[in-house]
């Protein structure tokens, strides 16, 4: 008799407060008909929690149920297909869920670590950076000094968070409320920012940015351009998705190193960028893609181009989606870097087994499975019980219109 899934249960969290908003956690525990075998994933999708909670119970529980738990990628490929309509968020989040419960199941069965089934580690532990900033280039100097101190080599800096924080704004009479900022200030003020920095601190540790796709394609050229001798180890969301195609413009200019993904819902989004060898980085988030299963499938695809891996690791994948991170990290012949959010010692209680990280390096458990579990008492007592108006994607240029966030 196979074992099979008796039921899936999605957990909502939100055991985070940033000074904008609650960050919103969806746990998934598939529960097995073996007693006591259940195995956890992450579905978060935190800005549209309630939809990936009823895509959940309602679209695929009913769809899973009584099937058998070893035939992991059977039922992320179903999964996928079953809606006929496919490749968006929310069903991608919901489908992440159970991909990487089921991973997590497969391996307590076999006694092994994930990594271990995806075919053994490649390496002892995965190198991070971390995030620094602060709102002028002296903070950001001091703020990069103290993520050395912690024993990071990789550090991505913001000054005045995505876009910056404008010196001098002038907005429009009337100006609806929103996180303004003025791109072409943004770029002035980064540049000499990392000129600062490299002064200051030479070429050893690696310095990481993130445009986050505000920039217009030839602008982002432009500054891709005047970072280059900075020699960042990469330079994210240089353009939005929609714009990818201008890829192929800023490679041809520019040899700072490109990284892209983590907006990416579809295979075929990320496919030719990897093809083209137009990036030197996928990031993807992995229960954005549909888990495990899918990005298996890409690490394997971006290998044969080599390109690397540097799964997206915000503080808004939970701690189960940091523990899968990990194990596809460990495993990747091609990976590259793992993005990490330092979270706080309540997350370490509430998850034990969360990975640790030492001297800027990322250490998995060696436990059966995903090496992480849930505890379900002290969860419950931040259930996301907050509905809250997400602020920080209401993006605006100086005259008033919408950019993207
Ligand atoms: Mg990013």
Redesign the pocket.
């Known amino acids: 008799m196979p074992i099979t899934i008796k039921d899936v249960k999605t957990i909502l969290i939100q055991p985070l407060e940033s000074d904008y908003q609650p960050t919103t956690h969806i746990i998934v525990k598939v529960i097995t008909s073996e007693p006591g075998l259940y195995g956890i994933g992450c579905a978060t999708f935190t800005q549209r929690f309630h939809a990936v909670k009823t895509a959940i119970d309602e679209h695929l529980t009913p769809l899973v149920i009584g099937r058998d738990v070893s035939r992991i990628e059977d039922i992320f490929q179903m999964s996928m297909v079953n809606s006929y309509w496919r490749n968006g968020p929310v069903l991608n989040n919901a489908i992440s869920g159970i991909d990487q419960a089921l991973w997590d199941i497969k391996g307590k069965m076999a006694g092994m670590p994930v990594y271990d089934l995806l075919g053994g580690k490649c390496r002892e532990a995965a190198a991070c950076y971390s995030h620094a900033g602060g709102d002028t280039k002296e903070a950001c100097l001091e703020s990069v000094q103290e993520k050395m101190a912690a024993g990071y080599s990789h550090v991505r800096v913001q000054m005045g968070g995505y876009g910056g924080k404008a010196e001098v704004l002038k907005k429009t009479e009337n100006a609806q409320d929103g996180a303004y900022y003025n791109p072409k200030e943004y770029m002035r003020r980064h540049v000499e920012m990392f000129h600062y920095l490299r002064e200051n601190l030479g070429f050893e540790v690696e310095l990481l940015h ?1 445009i ?1 796709e505000r920039l217009s394609p030839i602008d982002t050229i432009n500054y891709a351009k005047d970072l280059e001798d900075v020699k960042l180890f990469f330079l ?2 240089a353009l939005a998705p929609e714009d990818i195609a201008w890829f192929r413009q800023l490679r041809n200019q520019c040899a700072t190193p490109l990284s892209m993904g ?1 907006l990416f819902n579809n295979p075929l989004e990320w496919r030719t960028l990897v093809q083209e060898r137009l990036i030197d980085f996928m ?1 993807m988030h992995v229960s954005q893609m549909g888990g495990i299963s899918p990005a298996r499938h890409a690490v394997s695809f971006a290998q044969a181009y080599n390109v690397r891996t540097a799964w ?1 690791g ?1 503080p808004d994948t939970s701690a189960v989606g940091h523990a899968a991170n990990l194990h596809l990290d460990l495993w990747a012949p091609n990976f590259g870097i793992q993005e990490w959010c330092e979270f706080p010692e309540l997350i370490y209680e509430m998850f034990p087994g969360l990975p640790e990280v030492r001297d800027g390096y990322m250490y998995a458990n060696d436990k059966p499975g995903l090496g992480i579990d849930i505890n379900e008492e002290l969860a419950a007592k931040y259930p996301a019980e907050k509905n809250y108006e997400i602020k920080w994607t209401q993006t605006r240029l100086p005259d008033g219109s919408l950019a993207r966030p």
């Open positions: 993130d986050h994210e969301d983590e990031r997206h915000p």
